[in-house]
């Protein structure tokens, strides 16, 4: 262990300076789904050359991007689940916090909609349909797609242990495959689904509620709550996030593929210095 | 090189193998190294080879320690072992491992390969030889390094019989040729005759004679000894007599016992009669058969095939 | 069914055109399972040999603890490093975490156990008396592991295939430790995992055939040695 680790260090552990003068690496946490949505591919690449810093994405459920925060394994983070991030930002682990983009989940199942999802009055009717008649795959995964899953069925007056529920435990994409094999119905991010929509035999039964608002906030990682904490780097991935170039970016993106942006920016609306949105 | 052990004690674990306070190989001769299976022979060679270290005392080689004298020292085990590769391969590798030359080495080969009948196996692959060619080739690989000491170990083991006669036949001979001190640990006491000068008797780790061969089959110390030896044992009004093997023959002697006769075996050649000499077994050979089971023959044997021994005095 | 021979069709064009990200990943993937082996066998080997050829009293006990390590499931492995390189961790501060770095380190760590215990029991293997022989020829220490090696390559060559083998087919702790970034650390099997989840099924069977070329390109190479001996 000690050879393989000697080799490592001395093939250099990963800094590299660029153009930008900033220089450094940093790790970004944020959830599966905004990865998988491509939305980071295109951005990313865009601050790595202006500030020559070296950006590692490490996709996870949005629990666990949190407990890399709060761990300090992280510099900042890219999430979208507000009532947790409450809690790490009222510990202080969480800083400089931004409102960023937001957009909206959608329940989708099979086309012929055996539950009768898309003629229920409303979501949680369309909720209890599915409860009732279908059936249903989750994340179980402790993502904000997740947690906002559970929050649905609980607004719903539905016990969610009651349901006839897989938990796959695994990221949006493997989820929607899950779901479209077993014709059953599941909660998605409408980007993930776009962007599978072609691969997919699911359909949109249930859209627009308030309730499905989907909120994405970016954080730094508290450098005073953890040592080593790249507070620099990080401080100018979020403010870059909020630049009008690069919201104007986030609002185009895959605009013309799907007809419709995947987010919608969201930085100038409301400037949250730590809350929730 | 000649060789020495003082004060030797070697143990595996609890048992002790061999003790020895002093033994001396003289150079230039070959020893027998004789005894019966688990008396220690090939643990005493693998001293001399310095591939185990005594609990006490020393082995010499030409006055040095044996871990020194390494290179001195030429050992085919009693089990052929080779690398991977042909015959020339492996003799090369031992030649090459002694610091020889290429032109050396490939003559040394080519000499021993053909003095101990192995030159046309020389391209074989190592692995495929016979039991008895293995043996013919491991004696090459050991003769050809030329060394001051020489270590065989049950050089015949592993030959059917015609084959084996053979190579006791020529083993004196290559002896003398390629090497200089050599000490050949064999359980057969034919084979001890012919081949050495010298003859060490170990029995249960112990030196029980040494000395030439003709000191010691003449004149064995004890009963036992002489047993292993081939000697017939009787006891007599005299005490315990030994008989030097085949000195007992039907007819007169000094020394005579009556024997009666049980069993007569037909060997075709010759013929054994199976009998009691005063209550005590015994077998001898003779030429033809006039005996018959029942009957009663003397056997007489000359002075000087006879050692007395008795508790109080020996000879 | 017809979506899998399409997944094929496509996964032979992409491989055929050369496609660029397939062989990029597939030259990182060779890169640090390649040199994870040749790290456990720098190591592993002489620790064998030492295992397979010395007696003391320890060694039933330490052969256990190798074989256990061989069983021990490569995510656990990956688990135990991330905890280590990770900033939070005892190495932080090294910043290896989320490198090739810390991949080859994980996989080095896989590897190790394998090329020990094969390399043991392939000098145990050996004719008993053939470390003998090497001594009363004289052999010096070095010659003596070099000629051993020779005769027991056969087993150390099943040493590095399955050392590689096991290394180059394992996700869990390549992804741990690696964070599949695209361009730096996603490997075949890493890649595999995200292009399933992004259903692209196609880049995923493409992954996945040159998985399979290459893990049977390392048993073919064992087998013609194999038995192109004439022993």
């Not at chain 1, 250099?12 to 959830?31: F, P």
């Not at chain 2, 020495?4 to 003790?19: H, I, K, M, Q």
């Not at chain 3, 991949?103 to 003998?132: E, G, K, N, W």
Request: glycine fraction near 10%; include cysteine.
């Amino acid at each position: 262990m000690a050879v393989a680790v000697a080799v490592a260090v001395a093939c250099g552990g990963g800094a590299g300076t660029g153009e930008g003068g900033l220089g450094g690496t940093m790790i970004l946490a944020t959830t599966t789904s905004t990865y998988d949505s491509g939305l980071l591919d295109e951005l990313v690449p865009i601050f790595e050359a202006e500030t020559g810093v070296t950006v590692k994405v490490i996709a996870v459920g949005t629990g666990a991007a949190l407990r890399m925060g709060s761990d300090g394994n992280a510099d900042a983070l890219l999430v979208h689940a507000p009532e947790a991030e409450a809690e790490f930002v009222a510990s202080g682990h969480l800083v400089s916090g931004r409102l960023i983009m937001t957009n909206d989940f959608v329940l989708v199942g099979p086309a012929d909609d055996p539950a009768g999802a898309s003629i229920a009055a409303d979501l949680p009717a369309a909720l209890a349909a599915i409860a009732a008649r279908g059936r249903f795959v989750s994340r179980g995964d402790d993502s904000g797609t997740h947690k906002k899953e559970l929050a649905l069925w609980a607004s719903a007056g539905i016990d969610s242990a009651a349901v006839a529920r897989e938990e796959t435990g695994q990221g949006m994409g493997a989820t929607l495959n899950v779901a479209d094999q077993r014709n059953a119905y599941t909660l998605t991010d409408r980007a993930t689904y776009l962007a599978l929509r072609d691969v997919l035999d699911l359909v949109v039964v249930v859209e627009g509620d308030a309730a499905l608002l989907n909120v994405y906030h970016a954080y730094v990682v508290s450098p005073e709550r953890h040592r080593g904490v790249k507070s620099a780097q990080a401080g100018a991935f979020v403010a870059f996030l909020t630049e009008a170039r690069t919201q104007a970016l986030i609002g185009q993106f895959r605009a013309e593929e799907f007809g419709r942006p995947l987010f919608t920016p969201a930085a100038t609306k409301m400037t949250s210095s730590g809350g929730g949105g | 090189m000649d060789a020495r052990l003082e004060e030797l004690s070697f143990a595996y674990g609890e048992r002790t193998v061999l003790d020895v306070p002093s033994l001396d190989f003289a150079l230039g001769r070959v020893t027998a190294l004789l005894g019966p299976n688990g008396s220690g022979k090939s643990t005493l060679l693998r001293l001399l080879a310095a591939l185990e270290q005594p609990q006490a005392g020393r082995v010499l080689i030409g006055g040095e320690d044996a871990r020194m004298a390494r290179s001195s020292v030429a050992y085919a085990f009693q089990e052929a072992v080779f690398v991977s590769g042909s015959l020339r391969a492996n003799l090369d590798l031992a030649l090459r491992l002694r610091g020889l030359a290429a032109p050396e080495r490939e003559s040394r080969l080519a000499e021993a390969a053909e003095a101990c009948g192995v030159a046309e196996l020389l391209e074989r692959p190592a692995s495929r030889l016979s039991g008895g060619e293995a043996q013919r080739a491991n004696l090459a690989r050991t003769l050809a390094l030329r060394a001051p000491l020489t270590l065989l170990d049950e050089p015949l083991a592993g030959f059917d019989e015609p084959g084996r006669q053979t190579l006791l036949e020529e083993l004196p001979a290559l002896l003398r040729r390629f090497a200089t001190t050599t000490i050949v640990v064999t359980h057969d006491r034919d084979e001890a005759l012919r081949l050495a000068d010298d003859v060490v008797v170990l029995r249960a780790g112990r030196v029980s004679a040494a000395g030439s061969k003709r000191a010691v089959f003449a004149a064995p110390p004890d009963p036992d000894t002489a047993a292993f030896l081939g000697y017939t044992l009787l006891r007599t009004d005299l005490g315990l007599v030994g008989v030097a093997p085949g000195a007992l023959r039907p007819g007169p002697g000094d020394f005579t016992v009556e024997l009666c006769v049980e069993e007569v075996i037909d060997l075709v050649t010759k013929v054994e009669l199976v009998g009691t000499v005063a209550g005590q077994r015994l077998a001898v050979s003779v030429d033809r058969s006039l005996p018959a089971p029942g009957d009663r023959v003397t056997l007489g044997a000359p002075a000087s095939a006879t050692v007395q021994f008795s508790t109080r005095s020996r000879r | 069914m017809s979506e899998l021979w399409d997944g094929l069709r496509e996964a032979l064009r992409l491989i055929a055109t050369g496609d660029r990200e397939l062989f990029a990943i597939a030259g990182r993937t060779l890169l640090v399972s390649g040199t994870a082996t040749a790290l456990a066998m720098f190591v592993g080997v002489p620790l064998g040999y030492l295992l397979g050829r010395a007696r003391f009293p320890a060694r039933t006990l330490i052969l256990a603890t190798v074989s256990t390590g061989m069983g021990m499931p490569p995510v656990v492995a990956g688990l135990v490093i991330w905890l280590l390189l990770v900033r939070s961790g005892p190495f932080g501060g090294l910043e290896l975490i989320y490198t090739k770095q810390a991949m080859i380190i994980a996989q080095f760590v896989i590897a190790t156990p394998l090329v020990i215990a094969f390399t043991a029991a392939s000098i145990q293997a050996l004719p008993p008396r053939l470390p003998d022989l090497l001594r009363v020829l004289g052999a010096g220490r070095l010659r003596t592991l070099w000629l051993l090696s020779r005769e027991a390559h056969l087993g150390l060559l099943a040493a590095v295939m399955a050392g590689f083998g096991a290394v180059v087919s394992e996700v869990g702790a390549s992804l741990a430790v690696g964070g599949n970034l695209a361009g730096d650390t996603r490997v075949l099997t890493t890649a595999i995992v995200t292009e399933t989840s992004r259903a692209d099924t196609e880049r995923a069977i493409a992954y996945g055939l040159v998985l399979l070329a290459m893990a049977f390109a390392i048993v073919a190479v064992l087998t013609v040695v194999q038995q192109r001996q004439p022993r």
